[in-house]
């Protein structure tokens, strides 16, 4: 049990060169999108940043990880067409990440704190997203 948390800590602490910068995620997980402390533009970049490896380990406590950065792609993809004027296709994004999330993704079963930490970080992200003014 010990060698599983250390194995599922590594996972989610160790960032690739290049990698997003998970304090932007949490400062947009605790702030609207476009307050002081969440920068939109960033947190698409940085969960545009996100992949496989990131979100992986949340399978293991039987959240289906394809569904939740397919779901959060879509998220970031929103969050920059609605900076560039693009609302109505800003809105499609949204609608598409709020489908995919609220069908395919749930919390994590019996998952070490870490893990639980990490995904409700998405989850407040993605209830910013759904949040997001667009119009169309």
């Known amino acids: ?3 599983r948390a250390a194995y599922v800590a590594a996972m989610l602490l160790a960032a690739p060169a290049g990698a997003q910068d998970l304090d932007v995620i949490g400062g947009c997980a605790a702030a609207p ?7 939109g533009e960033a947190l698409a970049e940085n969960l545009g940043l996100l992949g496989a ?3 992986k380990v949340f399978s293991s406590y039987g ?3 394809f569904a939740l950065l397919t779901a959060l792609r879509h998220g970031a993809s929103a969050i920059f067409l609605a900076a560039e004027g693009e609302g109505c296709f ?3 994004e949204r609608t598409a990440a709020l489908e995919i999330w609220s069908i395919w993704v749930s919390p994590p079963r019996e998952a070490p704190r870490l893990v639980s930490e990490r995904y409700a970080m998405f989850e ?4 910013n997203i759904v949040a997001l003014e667009v119009t169309c």
């Open 1 to 3: 049990m010990i060698a």
């Open 33 to 39: 999108i476009g307050a002081p402390t969440c920068d």
């Open 53 to 55: 490896g990131d979100v």
């Open 124 to 127: 407040d992200v993605m209830d």
């Open 90 to 92: 800003a809105e499609e």
């Open 63 to 65: 959240v289906e990880s």
